[in-house]
């Protein structure tokens, strides 16, 4: 059983940055691959971006890279999601999410893939 706390939502301006964190409980957390997720009102959750287990391989929607980094810090039970250049349009509540250690360090892009979820950070984007 994975659980897991989403932090450092806010309002920023539209080029702007945000951190966010996620803190994870349970001492297999470095067993699990780990994604990021998005949802917009009104809309469906799509995903933002993955990584395995350790520090690669990682994953991003085309619409983030280059501005979007996924890491994590398994000493501290700890993924993070360092966004950049941040637009309007990428307002939505933020999700963390985690596989099954059963999938090993393989990633992946749709939600039903996840069997964890945090509660969410929202993230605003103003214009």
């Known amino acids: 059983q994975v659980q897991l706390v989403e932090s450092g939502g806010g309002l920023v301006q539209a080029g702007g940055s945000l951190r966010l964190s996620c803190a994870a409980s349970?001492?297999?957390?470095?067993?699990?691959?780990m994604g990021w997720f998005r949802q917009a009102p009104g809309k469906e959750r799509e995903f933002v971006a993955a990584i395995g287990r350790s520090t690669t391989p990682i994953n991003y929607a085309d619409s983030v890279k280059g501005r979007f980094t996924i890491s994590r810090d398994n000493a501290e039970n700890t993924v993070y999601l360092q966004m950049n250049s941040l637009k309007p349009e990428e307002t939505a509540v933020y999700y963390c999410a985690a596989r099954l250690a059963s999938y090993g360090n393989n990633l992946a892009r749709m939600s039903y893939d996840y069997s964890y979820w945090g509660q969410g950070t929202q993230v605003t984007v103003s214009s």
């Open positions: 349970g001492r297999t957390f470095s067993n699990n691959a």
